[in-house]
Each structure stands twice: as C-alpha cells, then as structure tokens.
C-alpha cells in the first residue's frame, strides 16, 4: 500500500511512537508479502519481541527487512545499511526508506 512517507513519520513523533509500532506492523506484513513467504515473523510477533529485548531484536528485524530488499530488488546491501542506521538510533529513517521501497513496488491508486 503506498503511504506518504513525511505523514507516517509526523505522526509517528505526534502519537510519541505509537504510530510507529502501527507503521512496524505494516511494513511487516507488506515486505513478507512481496518476499512472498507466509512463513516469517508476523507484525505483532515482531512488535512485542522488539518491546520485549528493549529494541534489540528491531536491529535483528531491519538487517532481515534489508535482506528482503535486496533479493527483490538485487542492488546494494541494505541489509547492512539498515542495521546500522538502526543502532545508531536513526531508524526513522529505516522506515522511510522501507516505505520507499514498497511505494515503488505497489501502484499509486487512481
């Protein structure tokens, strides 16, 4: 589903981060479906093992979230990119380019 990356992350910083676990679930779900495998970790699994470990498995979820990029896409190593943006506290900007990602995969609605 195409969403505008600059209100997701508004309304993440507005809704003090609970948007973002709403936005977390999403991608989830959307990446395990363009991989095309119902078998991966599903958005509430995801969201309670991040709260959980303290964020820890969310490193550990992008460096997979990458890796799922890269083989639809076959260009560059996001996996790596993504983890380390996310242990320098800048996940933000994961979801953005994550979202990206899917908004140039799925058709603008008429």
């Not at 991966?40 to 959980?52: A, F, K």
Request: charged letters at 10%.
């Amino acid at each position: 589903m195409n969403r505008n990356i600059v209100v997701c992350i508004i309304l993440s910083i507005v809704t003090c981060g609970i948007y973002g676990m709403y936005w977390m679930y999403k991608l989830n779900e959307e990446m395990n479906e363009i991989a095309g495998n119902k078998e991966y970790t599903s958005g509430v699994v995801v969201i309670i093992l991040t709260i959980v470990t303290c964020g820890i498995y969310g490193w550990f979820w992008w460096k997979k979230m990458g890796d799922i990029q890269v083989a639809k896409s076959g260009e560059g190593n996001w996996g790596i990119i993504y983890l380390v943006l996310a242990l320098c506290g800048l996940s933000i900007v994961n979801y953005a380019l994550t979202q990206s990602f899917i908004n140039g995969l799925v058709p603008a609605a008429a």
